[in-house]
């Protein structure tokens, strides 16, 4: 048991070192990147109005799809995934940063919860749920980035 | 009225000093690292709950229509709040953390005060220029297009 712990804590420190370039990634590819970002930083819509995407958007998911595909948020994300080589390192890529998101957050959360649940029992209980969360999270989570594009 | 010995003194004559120490609340004094610490913990919980949400939410992405509709609700002016809100709790948790990470494994805590106030400034910076899309989206919504400069756009 000592030695688990002492192993997260370990790991705690290397997950979150590991999510500052994964975040930086994630956050390029998904805002800043005029072709591959699906929410576009400039625009603020009204109600259920899409958003416009910028050309580079267009121009991509017209080469993918043909020049009838228009660029929705779906269609933009759906770019990227259609090759297939670039899809499976994508994939790859979400699939580590869901479990080390996971780890990290929910390690995390832990040690909060262990500070103010004095109760031995509470501690088991509050565990146990978090963790089963986590799990439940982890499925979901795979589910979508796996399927994704199929 | 019974005899007041030493070992009983009556309640009525308690002092305020013997009064604060039996105060369940113990107060703090507020430094630097103290302040570090509350703020890593309370952005790490609140990233914890957005984490949850975010997962949850990419299961639109089973379905073009909903995930659509997902995405142009997070265009909606309350979101780029939250977009922005979300960008500073990370920026501070990333950069207090790799604070915690250098102190712990390169051991430079003679250097922590320094370290802590470099970093503060990073997190600064990152959030000035990363946070610009969503102010430069709530200007133009806002003051109307064209009023906002475009900067690194």
Same mark, same amino acid.
């Given at each position: 048991m000592a030695q688990t712990n002492a192993l997260n804590w370990f790991l705690h420190r290397i997950t979150g070192t590991f999510l500052i370039f994964m975040l930086i990634t994630h956050f390029w590819v998904q805002h800043y990147d005029h072709q591959a970002a699906s929410v576009t930083h400039e625009v603020v819509t009204e109600k259920n109005e899409m958003p416009d995407y910028p050309e580079e958007a267009k121009a991509g998911v017209e080469a993918r799809f043909g020049p009838d595909a228009e660029a929705t948020p779906y269609q933009v994300v759906m770019q990227r995934l259609a090759d297939p080589v670039y899809a499976v390192l994508w994939k790859g890529f979400n699939i580590l940063f869901l479990i080390v998101a996971l780890h990290h957050g929910f390690y995390g959360l832990n040690n909060v919860m262990t500070d103010y649940i004095r109760n031995p029992m509470g501690r088991l209980v509050a565990k146990s749920l978090s963790w089963t969360l986590a799990l439940g999270l982890l499925i979901i989570g795979m589910y979508s980035v796996i399927t994704a594009g199929w | 009225m019974a005899v007041d010995t030493k070992e009983r003194p009556p309640a009525t004559q308690q002092t305020d000093a013997t009064a604060e120490q039996e105060s369940r609340v113990q107060p703090y004094r507020i430094r630097t690292g103290m302040f570090a610490w509350m703020m890593h913990r309370l952005t790490g919980v609140g990233l914890v709950v957005y984490l949850i949400i975010h997962i949850w939410g990419l %299961?639109?992405? %089973?379905?073009p229509e909903t995930f659509n509709a997902l995405i142009a609700k997070y265009h909606s002016p309350i979101f780029k709040v939250g977009e922005f809100g979300l960008l500073v709790a990370v920026a501070y948790h990333a950069m207090n953390g790799l604070r915690i990470v250098l102190i712990d494994f390169l051991g430079w805590s003679p250097k922590q005060k320094k370290l802590f106030w470099t970093l503060g400034a990073v997190t600064l910076a990152i959030v000035a220029v990363g946070g610009w899309p969503s102010i430069y989206a709530l200007g133009e919504w806002l003051l109307g297009p064209g009023s906002m400069p475009t900067l690194f756009l």
């Open positions: - | %299961t639109a992405l %089973t379905d």
